[in-house]
């Protein structure tokens, strides 16, 4: 049996050379990172998605953005909500990594992942009823102790 808990697990071939390779030259895998939490469009009401001009539930909304992180530079923004938590209004969907339409969230950090620090990573994005592109340099996710 393979997985873990039970739980199948498959990790793309050219991930896995990828990783082996950064094993070998710098001790620990480098991937992208984008700095930003997200939730993906299907979790959020249609009626929201619809208020701000969507059409569709594929893709992934900025719900946070971190400091200084990639997302932060390129100008990202994160949603806005109240002191209990509830949404106000939506952040920045995004909607293709480097012209590759999204699902959801998974799909952003797995496509975000495959980039190394010092890539540069084109997102579309509906923000305010349009569409528009941003570019962002990728780092290496900071190490938290």
């Known amino acids: 049996p393979s997985g873990v808990g039970g739980i199948g697990v498959a990790i793309p071939a050219d991930l ?10 710098f001790g620990i895998p480098q991937r992208g990172w984008l700095g930003a939490s997200l939730i993906s469009l ?3 009401p249609p009626v929201l998605l619809r208020a701000v001009g ?11 953005v971190d400091p200084g992180s990639p997302a932060a530079r ?8 109240d002191a209990q938590g509830r949404l106000l209004a939506l ?9 590759k339409a999204v699902k959801d969230k998974a799909e952003v950090v797995r496509l975000i992942a495959r980039y190394r620090p010092g890539d540069r990573v084109r997102l579309t994005l509906w923000r305010e009823g349009r569409r528009l592109e941003v570019t962002l340099t990728m780092v290496a996710r900071p190490i938290r102790r």
Not at 54 to 64: H, N, W
Not at 74 to 81: E, F, I, P, T, Y
Not at 91 to 99: H, M
């Open 16 to 25: 896995v050379a990828q990783s082996v390779q950064d094993l070998e030259r």
């Open 42 to 44: 299907d979790e959020l």
């Open 54 to 64: 969507l059409t569709t539930t594929q893709g992934a909304m900025v719900d946070r």
């Open 74 to 81: 390129a100008g990202l923004r994160g949603a806005q909500r």
């Open 91 to 99: 952040g920045d969907v995004i909607l293709a990594v480097n012209g």
